[in-house]
């Protein structure tokens, strides 16, 4: 998908004292270590929306220590968290101009700039956390690689868990779902997700969602475990059906700008550190999700697994055949990635 960039003053300001910066740190180094030490030293800034021990901030830091590490100093990231920098939409704006360097954000928002992301918002794709670990691993890996058309680098995946419904009244079935209002992303694919559902879609920012589900304005919404707990949205609303109808992986991403300047010594440390930081983070938000559950479940909200699948990827077949054709090659390896995990799991069986 084609995006026209549009800079304004301030940004265009930003791109510059930043790319300013990068040259005069350095000329800073190689005019103290000499000949025999040409490598530069730089200073970059990472953006990230969520709070300090969020799982993202802590792959972040993870991340940032680690190439710090392993440059003996030479090249230092600060970690941004809270939306220090801006919104996710606004921060990869700031990215793709070079004015900050690192950002981590979620596949949703991230669509809009590569509209290959989007294929994450299809309904029901990945049966289980290992299957999408499967893909992202694998050919997962070229989405990272066509991020450069959109004058980004694709690091690595984190974890974001899975998406299931959460109501004010009962969610037992796909029944209950029927005509209600249900608070949703506004993108395409996520609307016609809750029509095909049966239920009445309601965009709205994220923020309105606790007094919306309090007043009745809407009748429920659709979230992962960390996020209906940490809003406290489980307050107004009682009922938590685990349907796992998406699961969006966050995405830590670097500028092409930056990354064009740096040596092919200092772009392999970077890509390293990023992929050996995702040990850390999936393993911090597999602590947060069993947490959020756990005083979820002691806060008295109700929670239905799904044991049959079939009827919901049914009923949003029709999702998949309308924005499907745009995803041909990537579902092709979603599919692929799917029979290689089921051949996994079967030979463990067998040897059990």
């Not at 989405?143 to 058309?149: F, I, P, Q």
């Not at 974890?159 to 209950?176: I, K, M, N, T, V």
């Not at 992929?275 to 979820?296: G, H």
């Not at 949003?316 to 579902?331: C, W, Y």
């Amino acid at each position: 998908m084609k995006r026209t960039f549009k800079l304004t003053a301030g940004l265009l300001a930003v791109a510059l004292s930043s790319s300013m910066l990068l040259v005069a740190c350095g000329q800073q180094s190689d005019a103290e270590g000499g000949a025999g030490t040409p490598e530069k030293s730089y200073k970059f800034r990472l953006a990230d929306n969520h709070a300090p021990d969020y799982p993202t901030v802590i792959g972040d830091k993870k991340f940032a220590e680690l190439v710090e590490q392993r440059t003996n100093g030479r090249i230092k990231i600060d970690v941004f968290p809270s939306g220090q920098l801006g919104d996710e939409k606004a921060v990869i704006e700031q990215v793709q101009l070079g004015a900050i360097e690192f950002t981590r954000v979620n596949t949703a928002p991230l669509a809009e700039f590569n509209s290959q992301f989007g294929v994450f918002s299809l309904p029901y794709i990945f049966d289980s956390d290992e299957h999408l670990w499967r893909f992202l691993n694998g050919d997962g890996q070229k989405l990272l690689d066509g991020m450069e058309s959109s004058r980004m680098k694709g690091l690595a995946y984190y974890d974001s868990g899975s998406r299931s419904f959460y109501s004010r009244e009962p969610l037992a079935s796909l029944d209950d779902l029927q005509g209600k209002k249900i608070r949703v992303q506004q993108n395409k694919i996520n609307m016609d997700l809750i029509s095909a559902l049966g239920a009445s879609p309601t965009p709205m920012a994220f923020g309105e969602v606790y007094s919306s589900l309090q007043t009745g304005v809407i009748d429920g919404a659709e979230n992962n475990w960390p996020s209906i707990y940490s809003t406290r949205h489980y307050e107004v609303a009682k009922h938590v059906i685990v349907d796992s109808h998406q699961r969006q992986p966050e995405v830590l991403l670097m500028s092409k700008s930056a990354w064009d300047r740096l040596s092919e010594s200092d772009r392999k440390i970077i890509k390293e550190a990023a992929m050996e930081s995702v040990a850390t983070q999936r393993e911090a938000w597999k602590k947060m999700e069993d947490e959020a559950i756990a005083k979820l479940k002691e806060a008295g909200v109700t929670i239905t697994e799904v044991t049959d699948l079939k009827p919901w990827q049914d009923a949003t077949r029709s999702v998949i055949d309308k924005h499907g054709a745009e995803f041909k090659e990537v579902l092709e390896q979603v599919s692929k990635a799917k029979l290689e995990q089921a051949g996994k799991e079967s030979g463990q069986n067998t040897a059990g």
